[in-house]
């Protein structure tokens, strides 16, 4: 079955940035609505950004003019550019789908998440 895999997480500075990706774990056709989710220590899962597949994106307050969220459909491949960090968003970072058309022969898949890439923002 398809996942969804990110990478480019790690630890960095207060102030740095990471650039974080979300693929399909294996050739797919298509992929619909997709956002990238956070979930920090004794917290609920909570939304960072999203991202329609006509690139209507949509931003939590916490990451307005910090963080920008982008995809590049033709590799079904969805990035999250994180500048200007804080301690605060130290969390695990999650991808998500709303559905995913791994071939036209197949039903789709809805609610796909990734497994995590852990964000660490040290002060």
């Known amino acids: 079955q398809v996942q969804l895999v990110e990478s480019g997480g790690g630890l960095v500075q207060a102030g740095g940035s990471l650039r974080l990706s979300c693929a399909a774990s294996e050739k797919i056709f298509r992929v619909n609505d997709m956002g990238w989710y956070r979930q920090a220590p004794g917290k609920q899962r909570e939304l960072v950004a999203s991202i329609t597949r006509g690139d209507s994106t949509n931003y939590a307050d916490s990451a307005k003019g910090r963080f920008t969220i982008s995809r590049d459909n033709a590799k079904n491949t969805m990035y999250l550019q994180m500048n200007s960090l804080r301690p605060e968003d130290t969390a695990v970072y999650y991808c998500?789908?709303?559905?995913?058309?791994?071939?036209?022969?197949?039903?789709?898949?809805?609610?796909?998440w990734g497994q995590g890439t852990q964000v660490t923002v040290s002060s």
């Open positions: 998500h789908a709303d559905r995913i058309y791994s071939s036209l022969f197949l039903p789709p898949l809805d609610d796909i």
